[in-house]
């Protein structure tokens, strides 16, 4: 069993949490409120910012070349294209940023959760919760890719995710936490597995501020 697959399985109930969630659910099902769509842009677009710091991270402590050149790709990627998506999506249904929101504990959390793994720990760890991130948002969109959506910006967004490049993305990444599951002993690799659940449950919880029963 490769270390992806060990993530996957031993942290199933945490992984399927995600991509089973309420928020998840009813945006395929053409259901999700639009106070609740809308709050989700708020803040995911603010958290693309922390992701570019994230990555900034990442191509500090990448070994190689090779490496580094692909997160910068990547990164670039991330800072203009989905950067793009938010700018629209802000302006074609009139939002603005909310401090409030950004202050709650679950955002808070999330945002200097991912943070903090880029900033305290060494590359295997880094790659591990990018990882946890884009394996997830890939395996849902894929899913529901073909959901008849009434909210093209919607569709959009699942797009983006389902789209060969950020399969490719994803791929790079599963691959690289194969690689190091071939290497790391036991107890490391136990650590990496935990850290993979760790950012599955920051996931559930930061779409949940979105996701809001009193909106249905």
Request: hydrophobic content about 50%.
């Amino acid at each position: 069993m490769t270390l992806s697959e060990r993530m996957l399985t031993e942290e199933a109930a945490a992984f399927d949490a995600m991509v089973t969630h309420p928020f998840v659910r009813d945006l395929a099902a053409d259901t999700l409120p639009d106070a609740a769509f809308d709050r989700y842009l708020l803040i995911e677009g603010a958290f693309v910012e922390t992701a570019i710091a994230i990555f900034g991270y990442a191509v500090a402590k990448a070994g190689d070349l090779q490496d580094r050149r692909k997160l910068i790709a990547s990164l670039d990627a991330l800072a203009h294209g989905q950067m793009d998506y938010f700018r629209d999506a802000y302006a074609r249904r009139g939002l603005a940023p909310d401090p409030a929101l950004q202050a709650d504990p679950r955002v808070a959390g999330f945002r200097d959760g991912m943070l903090a793994i880029a900033r305290d720990g060494d590359f295997a760890d880094i790659i591990t919760a990018m990882f946890a991130a884009e394996w997830m948002y890939w395996t849902w969109c894929t899913a529901h890719r073909d959901a008849a959506l009434t909210d093209p910006m919607r569709q959009d967004w699942i797009a983006l995710h389902a789209a060969p490049e950020f399969r490719a993305q994803a791929q790079w990444l599963k691959e690289k936490v194969d690689a190091f599951g071939r290497d790391l002993p036991e107890a490391r690799s136990a650590e990496l597995v935990a850290l993979f659940g760790k950012v599955q449950r920051l996931e559930v919880a930061f779409h949940t501020v979105a996701y809001d029963i009193e909106d249905q």
